[in-house]
């Protein structure tokens, strides 16, 4: 009598259902670092975007408060910030190293507005 042993074994998977299996691991832990890696950059870009715009608006803001706005430009952490009058508003433009803008933003000058008498600092060495 000729006994065959079972192509796979009791309990175990057979040598091809294993390649397989461990084709779609391989596959599918290519797809999670591919996906890490771009998560990382958009995030790397999202903060940079972040950071110029809030300088952005922090120069608007100054700039918005002066009368008489002309043109100028400032470099702070890398950016080269550049702001000027575009009709009646005012312009403000975040340029990276590269000499790509990452942001503009517009905005109105601030008008003015006037002081009340208590509200203007007294003399030096305060009291009444």
Do not use: K, Y
């Amino acid at each position: 009598m000729v006994t065959r042993t079972p192509a796979c074994p009791p309990g175990g998977h057979s040598l091809p259902e294993l390649i397989v299996a461990m084709t779609f691991l391989a596959a599918t832990l290519v797809a999670v670092a591919g996906t890490a890696v771009l998560a990382e950059q958009r995030s790397g870009r999202a903060v940079a975007t972040q950071r110029a715009t809030r300088l952005a608006a922090a120069t608007l803001d100054s700039v918005a408060r002066i009368g008489g706005v002309t043109a100028g430009s400032r470099s702070e952490a890398g950016l080269t910030l550049v702001w000027g009058p575009i009709g009646d508003r005012i312009r403000v433009t975040v340029v990276d190293p590269a000499g790509v803008t990452v942001v503009a933003l517009v905005g109105d000058p601030v008008p003015d507005v006037p002081v009340l008498p208590d509200e203007r600092p007294g003399p030096a060495g305060g009291g009444p």
